[in-house]
């Protein structure tokens, strides 16, 4: 005997309907209710595209999870190519930095030119090594650094510099000195606002070497121990030195060495170190108070010394930082924190501590931050301070233990062997 399916179904829906019927001024009405409704989305299939859809998006998520981790680790990958050329440009943008761009002698613009051919060579050097790089920081620096030349390349071609298929530019010298010897129409100012100065591409270059080369050599951030400098150790001998060259009458801000500036740059250092390695959080704010009035402390010590400085790339570099505690006003205020006419600090302990920490780690962790443009312009007046005006030794470094010039060697912090 067959079965009657049409019979069935249509029993099963009675029984359905006197189920609900019966229960309808019941507890039980809805969960019952909710159970029909679950089966009958089973039975058309929409419950199936549901869950479909639910794992899909699971999967993805996962898979983006996966990939962020993938993408953080690429972050760590060393990378001694492009560790190496940041350092080569790092020195060649600062050089660019200390140069007189009013002068316009015959063989001030013969300086200018090949430092900037220099500076050519080691960021076209710079970007074939990133765009072969495993570690996606050093590829997301030399990007940003690509799109900081692009964005001013008209001014660049003006004076002879244009831009290859592969992001690396071409120097015609003939053009650049042609330019700079141009007084009329104001080509050697052209010059001067792309190198020289705050803001310049040449001291986003710096800033950017300098990032690159810490991504290269394992990832260590702005605060990790192995990204320090030479010590203070060095000074000493560098001022001997500098008392019998600074009696030459020749140019001695260029060459005389500064060891109260170098001690005042060391101190301020190892303050924001301490800073960017402490736990900056809300239950943690009596230990911060202290680290940062310290931090405090020790700037304005730097700043008060470096303003009495005869270096006058002591006292350029000085002026930079000023200009980073001026473009972070606002953060600072929102921890007491308040900026003197003189680019001094002053803080206020009931205002930071009714101050939320994030503001602070914000300051002092992570690419670009507060901390890690102070700690580059830090490097370079310590740098200044104990060898002197890059044009000087432009063809020297600093050992890692401060004992004398030497060639650079990789291995170091990219401020210590320039």
């Given at each position: 005997m067959g079965i009657n399916l049409t019979g069935l179904n249509s029993g099963l829906a009675d029984t359905y309907s006197t189920l609900l019927g019966s229960m309808s001024g019941s507890d039980d009405a809805g969960g019952v209710s909710s159970l029909l409704g679950d089966y009958a989305a089973i039975k058309n299939g929409s419950y199936g595209k549901m869950m479909k859809s639910y794992y899909a998006k699971l999967e993805k998520q996962e898979a983006e999870e996966s990939g962020e981790t993938s993408k953080s680790k690429a972050g760590k990958i060393k990378d001694s190519a492009s560790a190496s050329a940041a350092a080569s440009l790092y020195k060649s943008a600062s050089a660019l930095g200390s140069l007189n761009y009013d002068?316009?002698?015959?063989?001030?613009?013969?300086?200018?030119?090949?430092?900037?051919?220099?500076?050519?060579?080691?960021?076209?050097?710079?970007?074939?090594?990133?765009?072969?790089?495993?570690?996606?920081?050093?590829?997301?620096?030399?990007e940003s650094l690509y799109n900081s030349y692009y964005s001013n390349y008209k001014l660049f071609s003006k004076i002879g510099i244009t831009m290859n298929s592969d992001r690396t530019l071409s120097l015609d010298e003939d053009t650049l000195k042609s330019k700079l010897a141009d007084t009329e129409h104001g080509n050697g100012a052209t010059v001067k606002t792309l190198f020289g100065g705050i803001g310049s591409f040449a001291d986003k270059a710096v800033n950017k070497a300098s990032s690159i080369y810490r991504a290269a050599s394992g990832g260590d951030s702005v605060t990790s121990s192995k990204a320090k400098y030479a010590g203070v150790g060095s000074s000493s001998k560098s001022s001997s030195t500098s008392s019998s060259s600074s009696t030459k009458d020749t140019d001695k801000s260029k060459t005389t060495t500064d060891a109260q500036a170098a001690s005042a740059a060391n101190t301020l250092y190892k303050s924001i170190e301490k800073l960017g390695a402490m736990t900056m959080d809300n239950d943690n704010k009596e230990n911060l108070y202290k680290a940062f009035s310290t931090?405090?402390?020790?700037?304005?010590?730097?700043?008060?010394?470096?303003?009495?400085?005869?270096?006058?790339?002591?006292?350029?570099?000085?002026?930079?930082?000023?200009?980073?505690?001026?473009?972070?006003?606002?953060?600072?205020?929102?921890?007491?924190?308040?900026?003197?006419?003189?680019?001094?600090?002053?803080?206020?302990?009931?205002?930071?501590?009714?101050?939320?920490?994030?503001?602070?780690?914000?300051?002092?962790?992570?690419?670009?931050?507060?901390?890690?443009?102070?700690?580059?312009?830090?490097?370079?007046?310590?740098?200044?301070?104990?060898?002197?005006?890059?044009?000087?030794?432009?063809?020297?470094?600093?050992?890692?233990?401060?004992s004398g010039i030497t060639a650079p060697s990789m291995g170091s912090m990219v401020d210590t062997i320039l």
């Open positions: 002068d316009r002698s015959e063989e001030n613009i013969g300086k200018i030119s090949d430092a900037v051919s220099a500076f050519i060579k080691d960021y076209n050097s710079l970007m074939k090594s990133a765009d072969k790089s495993e570690n996606a920081t050093v590829k997301k620096q030399a931090f405090i402390n020790d700037y304005n010590d730097l700043i008060n010394t470096t303003d009495k400085s005869s270096n006058s790339s002591v006292t350029n570099q000085a002026g930079y930082l000023k200009n980073i505690v001026s473009n972070n006003k606002s953060a600072l205020s929102r921890l007491g924190v308040t900026v003197n006419s003189d680019k001094t600090l002053n803080i206020d302990k009931e205002k930071f501590n009714e101050a939320d920490m994030s503001t602070l780690k914000n300051l002092f962790t992570g690419n670009n931050s507060f901390a890690e443009k102070m700690t580059d312009r830090v490097n370079q007046i310590y740098r200044y301070a104990t060898q002197g005006d890059s044009s000087s030794t432009s063809s020297s470094g600093y050992t890692s233990s401060g």
